[in-house]
């Protein structure tokens, strides 16, 4: 994974509408859709399609982009716009869907968790590139534990059997609030509180909704 970052105020620039708060997204949801099932193929694509950030939406891209306005007076006074990993449109329509998201940003642009191709594309509109991981993807039919390298893997399968711990995947409608919100907080409270995560989890949705997987 890769993170772009463009250090440069565009103060000339004035939104045109196109930048969606997430109050209005209902209204458009169905577009967001139907681009989202066409070209959300990555890792990220549902973290970040969700409630709680903006999109900037171009009907004749095919497409959005997920972001977040962020501000703080000492370290981002200006603001900035964060983006959740890549955009989502066709590739062909790249080029134009970042040069129009820059152009309508009033304040500097960060990409967070994209991958290598729109990496590449940042890098040419002078954004500066770090890696900072690896999305590695698993083709689960032919993977296995065999071999000196999934050692560590077996170990801790063994550990988890001998525990008790088993994994499976339930309705939502199973999961108690009050148990997964305790897990949480628990969780949370020792990654440093949940204010940096806001972004880069997709809370869980107890709901009956379509997609998400527990």
């Known amino acids: 994974m890769f993170a772009g970052l463009l250090e440069r105020t565009n103060k000339s620039a004035e939104l045109t509408g196109s ?32 409630k709680g950030i903006s999109f900037f939406h171009k009907k004749e891209f ?9 501000s703080n007076p000492f370290l981002a006074p200006e603001g900035r716009r964060i983006v959740l990993a890549n955009p989502v449109c066709p590739e062909e329509h790249a080029d134009q869907m ?14 967070l968790q994209t991958d290598e191709f729109w990496s590449e594309k ?14 590695i993807r698993l083709d689960l039919p ?19 059997e001998k525990e008790g711990i088993s994994v499976e995947e339930v309705s939502p409608a199973l999961i108690k609030t009050a148990e997964y919100s305790d ?6 409270s ?3 509180g949940d204010s940096k995560f806001f972004m880069l989890t997709r809370p869980l949705e107890l709901d009956e909704i379509p997609g998400p997987r527990v």
Do not use: M, T
């Open 19 to 50: 930048a969606i708060p997430e109050k209005n997204v209902q209204k458009i949801y169905s577009e967001l859709e139907v681009s989202f099932k066409r070209h959300g193929n990555f890792c990220l694509a549902y973290s970040a399609f969700r």
């Open 62 to 70: 095919d497409g959005y982009i997920a972001y977040s306005e962020y």
């Open 190 to 192: 020792r990654k440093g």
């Open 183 to 188: 897990l949480a907080k628990d969780w949370y």
């Open 98 to 111: 970042l040069s129009a998201f820059i152009e309508d940003a009033n304040e500097p642009v960060i990409f």
């Open 142 to 160: 032919s993977f296995d534990l065999k071999g000196k390298k999934k050692a560590q893997l077996r170990h801790w399968l063994n550990k988890a």
């Open 122 to 135: 940042l890098r040419k509109k002078h954004f500066d590139i770090h890696q900072i991981g690896l999305d």
